[in-house]
């Protein structure tokens, strides 16, 4: 193989993962979880589980678990750039008469965390719960 023909190869490698990196780089937290497909099975394995557990259900008793999924599945999608639109309450309003404990908030989490952990990269999941973070002083009263 002549000089050129090997540094024109090497150029164009080192090109082409270039173009990978910072195609990885510029595209969306909703993107690198898998879009909508993936945060409807987490929302839904997540919302599941935790209605059906005997330390979270009450907070889910007379709630349209399909109307509710929906709703965490646009929020979700809005804060990861997806694109989605979120019309649903602040999380201020829609658990401000639930009463949700602390014990109660980590094992939604926990069971989030299940779900995630199925379905999502390491680095995309801790990406996805550092948003989340924050909303919880608007869920927990205690």
Not at 87 to 96: C, F
Not at 101 to 126: D, I, P, W
Request: glycine share 6%; hydrophobic share 40%.
């Amino acid at each position: 193989m002549s000089k050129y023909a090997l540094i024109f190869l090497t150029s164009l490698l080192c090109s082409c993962a270039q173009m990978q990196s910072s195609h990885t780089k510029s595209a969306s937290l909703f993107e690198r979880i898998g879009g909508l497909p993936v945060l409807t099975i987490v929302v839904s394995e997540t919302i599941d589980n935790a209605s059906i557990d005997p330390k979270m259900k009450r907070s889910f008793d007379g709630v349209k678990l399909t109307t509710l999924k929906q709703s965490v599945v646009d929020q979700l999608c809005f804060l990861t750039g997806g694109g989605c639109v979120y019309e649903g309450e602040t999380m201020k309003n829609s658990h401000r008469d639930l009463k949700i404990t602390t014990a109660e908030f980590e094992l939604f989490v926990a069971t989030f965390r299940t779900s995630l952990n199925q379905h999502v990269g390491e680095s995309e999941k801790n990406e996805l719960l550092k948003i989340l973070a924050p909303m919880k002083r608007d869920i927990v009263t205690d």
